[in-house]
């Protein structure tokens, strides 16, 4: 099934690539999408949400556009990767929405384990970078610190809650974004981390708190040199966050309401 075929069925899988400044990895980031979109047949969207990129990231996907009739363009003013992501959500049309960091350090192939997770009853899937070749000490020393961080601060069970690629049943992702409350704003977002590993462990948090099933699910994972994380300013404003939700699970800012269908 060509990408003009799909276009004009309502799309089953939405698959969110924020994008800031990725002029150079976008252009082969959108052509192995679409392959991939080909090659397992399920009708599906491609929304790059551009976080005010200052590069020429909008037009080349506004270029590409033109060749691929499933790809969407987002335009957000620059608020940080967490309201990134969260726009893309908000705005995906499938059954099932995904988003996918745009270096694809994951390769599109593992994102049928998260779709297959979905399908089998989850309402949420999250990628698990199990080894994580290639990447440097200090990157695995963080991840190993932020796990025990976010295991004895918010909530535990997780090997991996700062993986890029996540999937959920798009209705169940709306109704967890209807009760965060870190980065719901530009404003909010762009005064932490740049990153904002906080935002995934708040919705994972709050999924649970919904009573919605997690399953996390090994993926290949391929370390990329072209990291935007800060060690310590990142760091240290990710545990600020952590603190922040348990503050709000603590003092009740947390109002839990079911879902409506």
Request: net charge positive; aromatic share 8%.
């Amino acid at each position: 099934m060509s990408n003009s075929d799909q276009s004009s069925q309502q799309p089953v899988l939405s698959i969110i690539v924020p994008a800031y400044n990725e002029e150079k990895r976008l252009p082969s980031t959108i052509e192995r999408l679409s392959r991939f979109i080909i090659e397992c047949g399920i009708p599906t969207e491609i929304i790059v949400v551009d976080d005010g990129s200052k590069d020429n990231t909008r037009d080349i996907t506004r270029a590409a556009m033109k060749r691929h009739s499933n790809l969407r363009l987002v335009e957000n003013p620059h608020s940080g990767k967490a309201y990134t992501v969260r726009t893309g959500l908000i705005q995906a049309r499938g059954e099932y929405a995904l988003h996918a960091d745009a270096d694809l350090s994951t390769p599109p192939e593992e994102f049928l384990k998260l779709i297959n997770a979905l399908k089998a009853g989850n309402d949420v899937a999250i990628g698990s970078r199990a080894g994580r070749p290639g990447a440097p000490w200090y990157r695995l020393l963080m991840s190993a610190a932020w796990r025990i961080l976010v295991s004895l601060v918010v909530v535990g069970g997780f090997r991996d809650t700062q993986c890029g690629f996540k999937a959920y049943r798009a209705p169940v992702a709306r109704h967890v974004l209807q009760h965060t409350l870190l980065y719901n704003t530009p404003a909010q977002s762009l005064t932490t981390a740049s990153v904002a590993a906080a935002s995934d462990v708040e919705m994972l948090y709050i999924a649970l708190k919904l009573g919605y099933k997690i399953a996390e699910v090994p993926l290949q994972w391929l370390h990329h040199d072209e990291s935007k994380i800060r060690p310590m300013q990142d760091s240290m404003n990710a545990f600020g966050e952590l603190l922040r939700i348990r503050w709000f699970a603590l003092t009740g800012a947390y109002k839990w309401k079911p879902p409506s269908a």
